[in-house]
Every structure is written in C-alpha cells, then in structure tokens.
C-alpha cells in the first residue's frame, strides 16, 4: 500500500514528535534518567528509561568524564538538577607498590554536575574531601547537606597547626559540605564540638577502615571494618554523637549497611579475614532506638541466605520504596562448597508486624555478574542492577503487590562501560 503525500507528511511529523518528547512509536515516553559509574576508565554511562518497556537508551554525548579516578559513589540532588561523583582516586606510590593511606590519593574528589533536560550532564567544580580514600557519600532528608566517608581520617600536625596526611591511628572521618540549592555548588562544614588550636576540626571521626554508610531517619550510620557501627545524629549542621560508643555488630565480615524510616539492614558473607569462604551469607535486621541506638528487630540473630536461597557473598541490599520487600545482591560464588557458581538477587518480603523475612516466589533471581548496586524507579515499575565483572545492567520489572521481580519484555540486559560500579536515578529534572 502506498501513502500519499499527506499521509506521508503526517507519517513524519508524528515520528518527529515521538522523538522530540522522548517517546517511541512502541514506548511510553521517558521517565527517568539513570546514571552508572565506569570505575574501569573513569567515566559515568547515562541512560534514558523508557515508561511502557522499562528499557534503557543511552542518553546524548555518553559516557561522561568521571573527573577524577576510581569513581566509587554517585548521588543525585532532590529535583534531579545535581549529580554528584565521589572518587577515589589512586593510592601513592612507594617503591613502585600501591601504598593506600600513606598520602593524598591522585584523582580523590567530588565532581559536581548539573543536569540538562534530555540527561546530559555538564561538569561545574570539583572539591576535595578532608580525608584519604574516599569510599562512600549519603545526603540528609532534606538534600541539604552531603557526607563523604574517607578510610583515613586527617591527622594534625601541631607544629604547624595543620592538617597533613592520613592518621596512621586507623580511624575514618565524615566531611560534610552545604549544597547550595541554586548552584549546587559545596561549602565546607566544620566541627563546631571538636577542635584543635581554638579551631573547629573540618570533620567527623569514625572506626576503622569504614566503607558504607547510611543515613536513615536523622542519623547517620557508618559500617566499619573491625564490625562496627559509628552513630551520629543529624542535627542541623552537625553531627553529634550521642551513644557511648561505636556500636558492635554481631557480624563475622559485614558486607553493607541499608534501611529506610523502620529499618536498618546490615548484610554479612561470614567470611573472616584470611578464612575459607562460607556456603552462607546473613541478613540482620535493626531498628533505630533512642539516641541512634540499633535494637535487633528479630529475636535469634540474622536470616540466613543459603545456597538454597541465593548465593554467598552478599554485596549490597535494598528495600522498596513501599517498606515490603527487600532485595539483596549476591556476587558470584568461587567455593567449592557449593554448585551454585552464579550471581543473584535474594527477594524477601518483610512481615509488618514479626519483622520476619520471607523469601519470594521465583528468589533468587538472576542478574549479570558480579553486581555490586540496586535501584528502584522513580515510578515504581522497575529495578535495576549494576554488575562489575560484565559491565552490564540488568533492568527488571517490580510487581508491586507481590514483590516478585521478572524480566522485562524487550531484553533485560543493558552494556554500561568498563568495570560497572553504583547507580543513580532521577525521575525529573526540575
């Protein structure tokens, strides 16, 4: 059949108009926009999401430069105007050997960006944490202020009244910087209740060897490597510390630390240091008491993740936006204790009133390999997953009233670039 001339022209300019409003002739318009970290060339992959398939088109322009090295975590500023990149950076060198918390790391800063409105992102400043080894940031509630978590806290130097090079006492710090709502822009925030010759300290101290942290109804909780929890609690500008102190966890090789306003949810591979790895991996679930106190929500200890359930190793955890269900990420499996040589997702739903977990129809599921973050969209249809060995993501869809993930109708699987590291998503961009 053919179409006349106006059929023709109507034929293009209904196709011009799909385009420009994000949309395809088989899709239902975009509805986020989501940004992955490339820790293998230092970049940041950005993605269109599509409303009615869930799939991801890359977005104009990407991958985007990192600005830095060894980007570890990305965050996005409520109205979705900002994005911010943690980097890491590399360790000096001593001897020709990676020598990580002996100096100031090459590449380690905070690369701000303002977003457009088709998802491209512009590169404005960078600013640089008080701390070493960068591992991990949190926003408040309110997306007023930004925490970054570094390895190696500062140490003062007396003889000048200064801050130079890591502490060699093992102690991680928090900096926290105002994000003007404007400009995105970073302003230092100092420690009004700790100081060192009548001058306020430029952070906050914590454990040793800290790697993730989680702000979760006014406190903010780092997961330190000696198995430990240090609590703060938000208050304006600063943070204070208000329990006895750091809190001991009942973990073996704690993974990664979670939540949302009724729970906190602290993933273990128990594997020690050193150890054999375990056929199992354990979910412990807390709520946040008086003074950003953790009480266990479940009498006998963590939940175990078995080979019958999942797979070993669990990296990182999330709950939906709804509070009834979470979902944790298993990387791959290299034991010889068990057949199950696969990376996963573990789903549960959680049990309103005994907090009890209990695994979904169809967990685990399956995901690409080695994955390492999880989100959920704007909108609630879909999640998606981050996996480091393959440089992929895997998208899913979210049954909202069973929590069963599946897979979505076009191909769920999505190649980023390089080494995936965390994702971010903004449903708008206002």
């Given at each position: 059949?053919?179409?006349?001339?106006?059929?023709?022209?109507?034929?293009?300019?209904?196709?011009?108009?799909?385009?420009?409003?994000?949309?395809?002739?088989?899709?239902?318009?975009?509805?986020?926009?989501?940004?992955?970290?490339?820790?293998?060339?230092?970049?940041?992959?950005?993605?269109?999401?599509?409303?009615?398939?869930?799939?991801?088109?890359?977005?104009?322009?990407?991958?985007?430069?990192?600005?830095?090295?060894?980007?570890?975590?990305?965050?996005?500023?409520?109205?979705?105007?900002?994005?911010?990149?943690?980097?890491?950076?590399?360790?000096?060198?001593?001897?020709?050997?990676?020598?990580?918390?002996?100096?100031?790391?090459?590449?380690?800063?905070?690369?701000?960006?303002?977003?457009?409105?088709?998802?491209?992102?512009?590169?404005?400043?960078?600013?640089?944490?008080?701390?070493?080894?960068?591992?991990?940031?949190?926003?408040?509630?309110?997306?007023?202020?930004?925490?970054?978590?570094?390895?190696?806290?500062?140490?003062?130097?007396?003889?000048?009244?200064?801050?130079?090079?890591?502490?060699?006492?093992?102690?991680?710090?928090?900096?926290?910087?105002?994000?003007?709502?404007?400009?995105?822009?970073?302003?230092?925030?100092?420690?009004?209740?700790?100081?060192?010759?009548?001058?306020?300290?430029?952070?906050?101290?914590?454990?040793?060897?800290?790697?993730?942290?989680?702000?979760?109804?006014?406190?903010l909780f780092t997961?330190?490597?000696?198995?430990?929890?240090?609590?703060?609690?938000?208050?304006?500008?600063?943070?204070?510390?208000?329990?006895?102190?750091?809190?001991?966890?009942?973990?073996?090789?704690?993974?990664?630390?979670?939540?949302?306003?009724?729970?906190?949810?602290?993933?273990?591979?128990?594997?020690?240091?050193?150890?054999s790895p375990s056929?199992?991996?354990?979910?412990?679930?807390?709520?946040?008491?008086?003074?950003?106190?953790?009480?266990?929500?479940?009498?006998?200890?963590?939940?175990?993740?078995?080979?019958?359930?999942?797979?070993?190793?669990?990296?990182?955890?999330?709950?939906?936006?709804?509070?009834?269900?979470?979902?944790?990420?298993?990387?791959?499996?290299?034991?010889?204790?068990?057949?199950?040589?696969?990376?996963?997702?573990?789903?549960?739903?959680?049990?309103?009133?005994?907090?009890?977990?209990?695994?979904?129809?169809?967990?685990?599921?399956?995901?690409?390999?080695?994955?390492?973050?999880?989100?959920?969209?704007?909108?609630?249809?879909?999640?998606?997953?981050?996996?480091?060995?393959?440089?992929?993501?895997?998208?899913?869809?979210?049954?909202?009233t069973t929590g069963?993930?599946?897979?979505?109708?076009?191909?769920?699987?999505?190649?980023?670039?390089?080494?995936?590291?965390?994702?971010?998503?903004?449903?708008?961009?206002?």
């Amino acid at each position: 059949m053919k179409l006349s001339l106006f059929g023709r022209l109507s034929m293009a300019l209904f196709a011009s108009l799909t385009l420009g409003l994000g949309m395809t002739a088989c899709g239902g318009g975009t509805i986020g926009y989501m940004w992955v970290l490339g820790q293998q060339y230092n970049n940041i992959a950005g993605f269109k999401i599509d409303d009615y398939t869930g799939n991801l088109t890359q977005i104009i322009n990407s991958p985007f430069n990192a600005n830095g090295a060894v980007p570890v975590s990305i965050l996005v500023k409520q109205g979705g105007r900002y994005v911010y990149v943690i980097n890491q950076g590399t360790c000096p060198l001593v001897s020709g050997k990676a020598a990580c918390g002996t100096g100031p790391n090459t590449g380690q800063g905070i690369a701000v960006y303002s977003v457009g409105g088709d998802g491209t992102l512009s590169y404005q400043l960078s600013y640089q944490s008080q701390g070493y080894n960068s591992e991990w940031a949190q926003m408040d509630q309110t997306g007023t202020y930004l925490y970054v978590l570094d390895k190696y806290a500062p140490s003062y130097v007396a003889s000048t009244g200064l801050y130079n090079g890591p502490n060699t006492n093992g102690l991680g710090s928090i900096t926290v910087f105002s994000m003007d709502s404007t400009t995105g822009r970073l302003t230092l925030v100092t420690n009004s209740q700790t100081q060192n010759n009548n001058i306020n300290t430029p952070f906050w101290l914590v454990g040793p060897s800290p790697f993730m942290m989680k702000s979760i109804n006014g406190c903010l909780f780092t997961l330190n490597g000696n198995q430990t929890v240090t609590p703060y609690s938000i208050a304006s500008n600063q943070l204070d510390f208000v329990t006895t102190g750091n809190i001991l966890l009942p973990t073996v090789n704690a993974t990664s630390i979670t939540g949302n306003t009724t729970y906190v949810i602290i993933t273990d591979n128990l594997t020690p240091n050193g150890g054999s790895p375990s056929v199992n991996g354990e979910i412990y679930e807390d709520t946040v008491g008086s003074n950003c106190s953790l009480a266990a929500a479940q009498t006998g200890g963590g939940t175990t993740i078995g080979p019958t359930q999942g797979t070993p190793n669990p990296t990182y955890a999330l709950i939906d936006s709804t509070g009834k269900y979470l979902y944790v990420l298993n990387s791959s499996n290299t034991s010889t204790l068990t057949t199950n040589s696969y990376s996963s997702i573990s789903g549960y739903s959680i049990n309103g009133t005994t907090q009890g977990l209990q695994p979904l129809p169809g967990s685990p599921y399956t995901v690409g390999s080695g994955p390492v973050c999880i989100s959920e969209d704007p909108t609630n249809q879909y999640m998606y997953i981050s996996n480091y060995n393959d440089g992929t993501i895997t998208g899913k869809v979210l049954d909202p009233t069973t929590g069963i993930l599946s897979s979505l109708s076009r191909g769920s699987t999505f190649t980023a670039v390089g080494h995936a590291g965390c994702l971010a998503i903004s449903g708008s961009v206002n």
